[in-house]
């Protein structure tokens, strides 16, 4: 190992491969500890599943932010951060260019994912390896398909001297090494660590001699192969005879270790603790009431079991100072907890487990309560399991699939979330009905996830219902369910350009807001950011300003610079500057958002990847063309591999890559890009969105300038049809894209010397222009340069302005 980790160039790596129990771990340990001193820092991941690793990560970034807390922008992360953030934002600082002397050791990666694998439950290690090639790696695992570095294979011991020593150090007895009966059980336990480790605690708690161990050892073997045939190994019955010997002792010292043992089956191996078990002494269990009594009590049974080696304390366990240290117990032993400690299922452990994890994970009323919810999670995936495969009905147990979907939702995982919830309202509204409050948690909690998924009908229908419920319930102004749901309602309508709907959402949960004696500033900000988003779409730039402006000051008051929250504000105050064609101001906002993101959430975030598209918009007005392409194809790429290419950032992308495109004079790929864009809006919010329609009118542009008049017309025409519909008279007079549909069907007019429609049209869209982006802007100017050009031409007596329904007056220019 020693060789391979000290090369002075690049990344250096060892893969440490062998059977469950040989020590693979220990070996890392052994190495970590000898060469601590050539590392700047030493950091350890489990990442025997997905969940382990993030957690992993989680504890790393609290570390690295309290070592270094004026630099890092870990530091600056939300205890309430989503661990795929803080998985990048701590990648991010390994990758840094002076941090090149750590070495990371990710250990128990013994189901990893490999080509054309679909199991969800295989872990891909390169989500979490550093890119850089620098610093040092260590993985562990039984996988022989794990080939990262230089791969050591891990056998057993083979000098009888290495076992006698193991049993030795750890039975703390002397003459060992020289005692014929020692080596006897050493050669019966076959150089393998952890049944060697076993026996060595047993003989350190009792003064039972090594023959009298080696006669239980091999009675308790005989009852193992009788019992379980099966049995898959014959290491596997090495270690389990030592558990069994090991576990009679233990029986006879404390019934409620045996008793704990046993229950562990229905937990995860890593990180159990105290608090977590209370949860469940509610039940009314005797046993578990005594073990879970008060932390002495508690202490005094786990350590029964770490004195026979069964379990440790779980060093990496324990989220700051709110709770305490967990347990954690060796995989091959948890494997024989499930297989023969629970030989048959009990449904008894199994509630309790169920109660202790969801009761945990709704705990909201205590400081930092999502780190808090956050840490049971790798033993959620088991009762989850447990639901799936028919082993727990839902029936009365409503509450703990609303926690589990409630948790799954708030990691990404909808899927999942989606059957949690929908069996728990299916149960929850036939045995309370469907205006029971926590029913109409569920449907608003619904409502939330199709609304993550883009499925805004679905949205609308899960808001309105619990909106109904919460008026009913609690009056129009309750803050905690009320507002709360009449804000999401008006964002859903925002995105479905349902703009007069959304506007009164915005204006009826700010109202009720402000009228709380203390109102919950975070509330109050997210009101006010999203009027200013509305105000925007609906083109009444000075009112969305001053939204903006507001929600700024106080976003950078309550949350700091570069929080995620003050970003997004940022984010919009450009795209505002972008309507008005205040280019540079613009491009001040998305280079301030971007290096924000950078540091707040990474390079692969679709808050980034919205920005670095914004930027790419601003590059296009001003003509630069080759670092708008850049952009471009860095936010299409992220998005599609972030969230997939129905996803509404993704088709915006694609929209503004089409105008490049035609800029480029490519129009063939233009072509192909809009049509992409306006199937995927179409499917995605229907063929009146307010996106929709600006994806057909590009198109109806680029029609024009492949000289295919009358689809351009076509096109236009529909656009503009739809943007009255969507917007009404008043909006869609300073609505930008719409606009610019006018100014398009107008020079089409032009071009076929249709010059009245050609001056209705300019004159329409001209006092729009003036209002937003101000007179003396280059839309205004061509605007009306173009009249002047129609007002030489001949003209027909009473035509009338469609505006205002005026004479239009006309003015002549020189020749």
């Not at 099966?230 to 558990?243: A, F, G, I, K, P």
């Not at 919009?572 to 613009?586: F, R, S, V």
């Amino acid at each position: 190992m020693r060789e391979t980790l000290s090369g002075d160039t690049g990344r250096q790596a060892v893969t440490l491969q062998g059977l469950g129990g040989i020590g693979k771990t220990q070996l890392a340990i052994a190495y970590a500890k000898a060469h601590r001193k050539d590392y700047s820092a030493i950091f350890w991941v489990n990442i025997k599943d997905e969940e382990s690793a993030k957690q992993s990560y989680s504890r790393l970034a609290r570390r690295i932010s309290q070592e270094y807390p004026s630099i890092s922008p870990l530091s600056r992360l939300a205890y309430d951060s989503k661990p795929d953030e803080i998985v990048e934002a701590v990648k991010r600082w390994l990758e840094r260019a002076k941090n090149i002397r750590w070495l990371m050791v990710f250990d128990n990666y013994d189901t990893p994912k490999v080509p054309g694998s679909t199991d969800p439950s295989l872990v891909n290690i390169w989500k979490f390896l550093p890119e850089a090639h620098h610093g040092a790696v260590i993985v562990t695992t039984r996988s022989s398909k794990v080939n990262i570095g230089h791969r050591i294979k891990v056998g057993k011991l083979e000098d009888i001297r290495d076992s006698l020593q193991i049993l030795s150090d750890i039975s703390h007895r002397e003459g060992v090494i020289d005692d014929p009966d020692a080596a006897e059980l050493a050669k019966e336990l076959d150089g393998l660590p952890l049944a060697l480790a076993t026996a060595g605690a047993y003989l350190d708690q009792v003064a039972t001699s090594f023959t009298e161990y080696l006669r239980l050892y091999r009675v308790s073997w005989l009852r193992l192969q009788h019992a379980t045939p099966e049995l898959s190994t014959y290491e596997d019955r090495q270690l389990y005879s030592t558990w069994q010997v090991s576990l009679d002792h233990i029986k006879r010292q404390n019934e409620l270790s045996a008793k704990l043992l046993q229950l562990w089956a229905y937990f995860d191996n890593q990180d159990l603790w105290f608090e977590l078990l209370r949860e469940g002494s509610t039940l009314g269990s005797e046993w578990l009431c005594q073990l879970t009594e008060d932390e002495l009590c508690f202490n005094q049974v786990v350590r029964v079991l770490c004195d026979h080696g069964l379990i440790e304390v779980d060093q990496s366990s324990g989220e700051g100072e709110v709770e305490s240290k967990g347990y954690a117990m060796h995989s091959c032993v948890h494997s024989w907890t499930v297989h023969m400690l629970n030989q048959e299922w009990d449904s008894r452990m199994a509630e309790f487990a169920l109660h202790c994890i969801a009761r945990h994970l709704l705990n909201k009323n205590t400081q930092n309560s999502w780190v808090l919810q956050r840490r049971p999670l790798r033993h959620l995936a088991k009762c989850c399991d447990w639901f799936l495969d028919g082993r727990l009905d839902d029936d009365g147990r409503e509450w703990f699939l609303y926690a589990f979907g409630y948790v799954h939702s708030y990691q990404g995982r909808f899927e999942e979330a989606e059957k949690m919830y929908l069996r728990a309202l299916a149960g929850h509204e036939k045995a309370r009905g469907p205006e029971d409050t926590f029913t109409l948690d569920m449907v608003h909690n619904l409502g939330m996830l199709y609304t993550d998924q883009g499925r805004l009908d679905e949205a609308e229908k899960m808001y309105q219902r619990a909106l109904q419920g919460y008026k009913k319930a609690f009056g129009p102004d309750n803050i905690r369910s009320t507002l709360v749901t009449v804000n999401n309602l008006g964002t859903l309508y925002a995105t479905q350009g349902k703009l007069a709907e959304a506007d009164k959402m915005f204006i009826w949960a700010l109202q009720g807001y402000e009228k709380i004696p203390e109102p919950t500033h975070k509330f109050i900000l997210t009101t006010v950011h999203n009027l200013g988003r509305l105000y925007m779409t609906q083109g009444k730039s000075t009112e969305a300003e001053e939204m903006f402006a507001r929600a700024l000051q106080g976003k950078e008051k309550a949350f700091g610079l570069k929080h995620k929250s003050t970003l997004s504000t940022i984010n919009n105050l450009g795209l505002l500057y972008l309507d008005q064609d205040k280019l540079h101001g613009a491009e001040s906002m998305f280079t301030r958002a971007m290096q924000g993101y950078e540091e707040a959430v990474g390079l692969k975030h679709i808050s980034i990847l919205d920005t670095i598209n914004n930027l790419g918009v601003v590059y296009t007005k001003q003509g630069r063309l080759a670092e708008a392409e850049k952009m471009f194809t860095r936010a299409l790429q992220g998005t599609e591999e972030a969230v997939g290419s129905k996803h509404m950032l993704t088709l915006t992308t694609m929209n503004d890559l089409g105008k490049l495109r035609v800029d480029q004079n490519k129009l063939d790929e233009a072509g192909e890009i809009y049509m992409r864009a306006l199937q995927g809006w179409e499917e995605t919010v229907g063929p009146k969105h307010i996106s929709t329609l600006s994806t057909i009118s590009n198109l109806g542009a680029l029609y024009a300038k492949q000289g295919e008049l009358s689809k351009a017309e076509e096109l236009n025409k529909r656009a503009l049809q739809g943007y009255e519909e969507v917007l009404g008279s008043i909006l869609i007079s300073s609505h930008v894209p719409a606009l610019n549909t006018m100014v398009e069907l107008a020079n089409l007019f032009s071009t076929k010397n249709e010059n009245e429609l050609a001056r209705t049209m300019y004159l329409k869209a001209l006092p729009g222009f003036t209002m937003v982006q101000g007179s003396s802007s280059n839309a205004c100017r061509e605007i009306e340069h173009k009249l002047a050009v129609l007002d030489l031409l001949p003209v027909t007596a009473g035509v009338y302005n469609a505006g205002n329904k005026m004479p239009v007056k006309r003015k002549s220019i020189p020749a």
